[in-house]
């Protein structure tokens, strides 16, 4: 199975590559390497907020805003539905060009300052792009690969916690230390990679691989040297200056990185294809069985039957989506979208996603003004956001492999793993609320961390509780609460506070908000009061995941891929 290709047989391996399912995992890795813009907020939103003279609180509201966009993904779903993968993936790159496009407009002067509302709807527009790479690539993964969701989703959902940290050495390579031009990359770049990849991300029979998670690891193991690559570049920058050769250098190894999965995919299909030629020894005889007529009636019946339709195979009658919300099958089987957004299981998520994303994301939308608050130089604050970008990834593989293992092989509840995780995230905030020298270091590598678990935990328990029939739009309904956790302890919560604080600093050196251009807080208190709060929201969701894991620990006692074990021995 090892051996080369012949000279006639390049062209067709190379259809049958760039047809097949790991071109299409490699082509959703860089897809999801592009889909972390939103991670970026933390370096050019002082940039916006000097150029458009904001205050911290409307500042807030635009974060608020492309946290409604990244996390409102309900209507990608419902379109991925009813429409192909492609015409996802390229409404996906038009959002993505056309709301941070408009944004580097007003920003470098080019078109009249925009209103409030006008910014909101562009950075909600250009950060909802997300959710269709999402859509697009993710869940097309998930199902082309069911038995390894949590690896699958870890290894996705880490690219795009490292995509801030990989756009920030090609904006640094390309523009040098400009953020406003950041802002331009980060609208044409990843709107171009979709365009470019667009046939190729589909939906296909899956077929177990004995070596899958063999395979798996080594995609982590390519996706662990980039991290821990950009976290000695990052690091390193910090340290000394860097001339535009050295960024252009270390750029190139970045590139280079994110392209090292090709060849594992390559010597994998390569694997396929060799297989495929071996001849079947000895001839197996092939008898062929006609049906009864029962089995072709039924057969009949079942494939003509529409989702509507009233009659099915075994002459029941089928209810309308509405009169079965309460008649839920048993967890793991397909819910329909009604049966799944009312069931205890969802609410109970939901509760913890408030509270654990919300948190989280108010944290990292506030990170460069918390290092600013705090007096750490500028450069020091973009190593800030490049670490919760680097730790976000570490997070993300993290929670998503060794979940997957524990489940696999001691039946450990992926919503336990969940408490653990929130628990954590709450010592990064209290280093936040009681900061020492330094203390920021390792609270950004903890609520970078902490974050990123979150998400792959959140994606595959809800494919594991509700099944994959209509997963494109559940998960997407499942990240709709850290939208509304973010408005609440970002926007009311956050941002008040700090407005409050910079304007008693103001009182007592005799200023009112009038004489100053930029309502700006300096000190330790600033941040004290509201991320006490958060570490205190973020204990209670991890105190109602528990809720979770008691309702859960009798299935997950089970060999929950046993289904899709059957179905691809059947096929």
Same mark, same amino acid.
């Given at each position: 199975?090892?051996?080369?290709?012949?000279?006639?047989?390049?062209?067709?391996?190379?259809?049958?590559?760039?047809?097949?399912?790991?071109?299409?995992?490699?082509?959703?890795? #860089?897809?999801?390497?592009?889909?972390?813009?939103?991670?970026?907020? =933390?370096?050019?939103?002082?940039?916006?907020?000097?150029?458009?003279?904001?205050? +911290?609180?409307?500042? $807030?509201?635009?974060?608020?805003?492309?946290?409604?966009?990244?996390?409102?993904?309900?209507?990608? !779903?419902?379109?991925?539905?009813?429409?192909?993968?492609?015409?996802?993936?390229?409404?996906?790159?038009?959002?993505?060009?056309?709301?941070?496009?408009?944004?580097?407009?007003?920003?470098?002067?080019?078109?009249?300052?925009?209103?409030?509302?006008?910014?909101?709807?562009?950075?909600?527009?250009?950060?909802?792009?997300?959710?269709?790479?999402?859509?697009?690539?993710?869940?097309?993964?998930?199902? $082309?690969?069911?038995?390894?969701?949590?690896?699958?989703?870890?290894?996705?959902?880490?690219?795009?916690?490292?995509?801030?940290?990989?756009?920030?050495?090609?904006?640094?390579?390309?523009?040098?230390?400009?953020?406003?031009?950041?802002?331009?990359?980060?609208?044409?770049?990843?709107?171009?990679?979709?365009?470019?990849?667009?046939?190729?991300?589909?939906?296909?029979?899956?077929?177990?691989?004995?070596?899958?998670?063999?395979?798996?690891?080594?995609?982590?193991?390519?996706?662990?040297?980039?991290?821990? @690559?950009?976290?000695?570049?990052?690091?390193?920058?910090?340290?000394?200056?860097?001339?535009?050769?050295?960024?252009?250098?270390?750029?190139?190894?970045?590139? /280079?990185?994110?392209?090292?999965?090709?060849?594992?995919?390559?010597?994998?299909?390569?694997?396929?294809?060799?297989?495929?030629?071996?001849?079947?020894?000895?001839?197996?005889?092939?008898?062929?069985?006609?049906?009864?007529?029962?089995?072709?009636?039924?057969?009949?019946?079942?494939?003509?039957?529409?989702?509507? %339709?009233?009659?099915?195979?075994?002459?029941?009658?089928?209810?309308?989506?509405?009169?079965?919300?309460?008649?839920?099958?048993?967890? =793991?089987?397909?819910?329909?979208?009604? +049966?799944?957004?009312?069931?205890?299981?969802?609410?109970?998520?939901?509760?913890?996603? @408030?509270?654990?994303? !919300? %948190?989280?994301?108010? &944290?990292?939308?506030?990170?460069? +003004?918390?290092?600013?608050?705090?007096?750490?130089?500028?450069?020091?604050?973009?190593?800030?956001?490049?670490?919760?970008?680097?730790? $976000?990834?570490?997070?993300?593989?993290?929670?998503?492999?060794?979940?997957?293992?524990?489940?696999?092989?001691?039946? @450990?509840?992926?919503?336990?793993?969940?408490?653990?995780?929130?628990? *954590?995230?709450?010592?990064?905030?209290?280093?936040?609320?009681?900061?020492?020298?330094?203390?920021?270091?390792? &609270?950004?590598?903890?609520?970078?961390?902490?974050?990123?678990?979150?998400?792959? #935990?959140?994606?595959?328990?809800?494919?594991?509780?509700?099944?994959?029939?209509?997963?494109?739009?559940?998960?997407?309904?499942? +990240?709709?609460?850290?939208?509304?956790?973010?408005?609440? *302890? $970002?926007?009311?919560?956050? !941002? /008040?506070?700090?407005?409050?604080?910079?304007?008693?600093?103001?009182?007592?050196?005799?200023?009112?908000?009038?004489?100053?251009?930029?309502?700006?807080?300096? !000190?330790?208190?600033?941040?004290?009061?509201?991320?006490?709060?958060?570490?205190?929201?973020?204990?209670?969701?991890?105190?109602?995941?528990?809720?979770?894991? &008691?309702?859960?620990?009798?299935?997950?006692?089970?060999?929950?891929?046993?289904?899709?074990?059957?179905?691809?021995?059947?096929?």
């Amino acid at each position: 199975m090892g051996r080369g290709l012949e000279a006639n047989e390049v062209l067709p391996f190379t259809i049958q590559f760039l047809r097949g399912r790991w071109f299409a995992l490699f082509a959703s890795f #860089l897809i999801m390497a592009g889909a972390g813009a939103t991670y970026l907020f =933390g370096t050019y939103s002082k940039e916006i907020k000097a150029t458009l003279q904001y205050d +911290q609180s409307t500042l $807030n509201l635009l974060g608020f805003a492309k946290d409604l966009g990244a996390n409102v993904g309900v209507i990608s !779903g419902l379109i991925a539905e009813v429409t192909p993968t492609w015409f996802v993936l390229l409404l996906g790159a038009a959002f993505n060009f056309g709301g941070y496009f408009m944004i580097w407009l007003a920003v470098t002067g080019r078109i009249a300052k925009p209103k409030v509302w006008q910014m909101c709807i562009y950075i909600c527009v250009g950060a909802n792009s997300q959710n269709f790479a999402n859509t697009g690539a993710l869940v097309t993964s998930v199902k $082309n690969f069911p038995e390894s969701r949590g690896s699958m989703l870890g290894l996705l959902k880490g690219y795009t916690g490292l995509s801030g940290a990989v756009m920030t050495q090609i904006y640094l390579a390309v523009y040098g230390n400009d953020s406003k031009s950041l802002i331009l990359l980060i609208g044409w770049l990843p709107a171009a990679i979709s365009v470019i990849f667009v046939y190729t991300i589909r939906t296909m029979k899956p077929v177990r691989n004995p070596n899958e998670m063999g395979v798996f690891y080594q995609f982590l193991g390519a996706s662990v040297v980039l991290a821990f @690559f950009l976290m000695a570049v990052t690091l390193a920058e910090k340290l000394v200056s860097f001339s535009r050769a050295a960024s252009a250098g270390a750029a190139t190894v970045v590139c /280079f990185l994110v392209f090292a999965p090709l060849f594992i995919s390559i010597r994998e299909e390569l694997l396929v294809w060799n297989i495929q030629k071996q001849p079947i020894d000895p001839p197996s005889q092939v008898t062929v069985q006609k049906p009864t007529a029962e089995v072709v009636e039924s057969k009949h019946v079942g494939s003509n039957s529409m989702p509507g %339709s009233s009659k099915q195979g075994d002459g029941k009658v089928e209810k309308s989506c509405f009169l079965t919300i309460f008649d839920r099958p048993e967890r =793991g089987e397909d819910y329909t979208i009604l +049966q799944a957004l009312t069931s205890v299981d969802m609410l109970v998520l939901f509760l913890s996603t @408030f509270c654990g994303l !919300g %948190s989280s994301l108010t &944290a990292v939308d506030n990170l460069g +003004q918390i290092g600013e608050s705090l007096g750490y130089p500028n450069k020091t604050v973009t190593s800030f956001v490049s670490l919760v970008s680097i730790w $976000n990834f570490f997070g993300r593989v993290f929670s998503g492999f060794v979940s997957e293992t524990l489940i696999v092989k001691y039946k @450990f509840p992926r919503p336990l793993m969940m408490t653990f995780v929130l628990l *954590f995230a709450c010592t990064g905030y209290l280093l936040v609320a009681v900061p020492f020298p330094g203390s920021l270091y390792a &609270a950004s590598i903890i609520i970078g961390f902490s974050f990123g678990a979150q998400l792959p #935990l959140i994606f595959a328990i809800i494919s594991e509780l509700f099944g994959l029939k209509y997963y494109s739009t559940l998960f997407n309904c499942g +990240q709709l609460a850290s939208p509304l956790g973010s408005y609440i *302890f $970002n926007v009311k919560l956050t !941002g /008040f506070l700090y407005d409050r604080e910079a304007m008693k600093d103001l009182a007592k050196k005799g200023l009112t908000r009038a004489s100053v251009k930029e309502l700006t807080c300096i !000190g330790t208190h600033c941040y004290r009061l509201s991320f006490i709060i958060l570490a205190c929201v973020t204990f209670f969701g991890a105190v109602s995941s528990l809720i979770l894991v &008691a309702r859960t620990r009798k299935y997950y006692r089970s060999d929950i891929y046993k289904k899709f074990r059957e179905d691809s021995q059947s096929l």
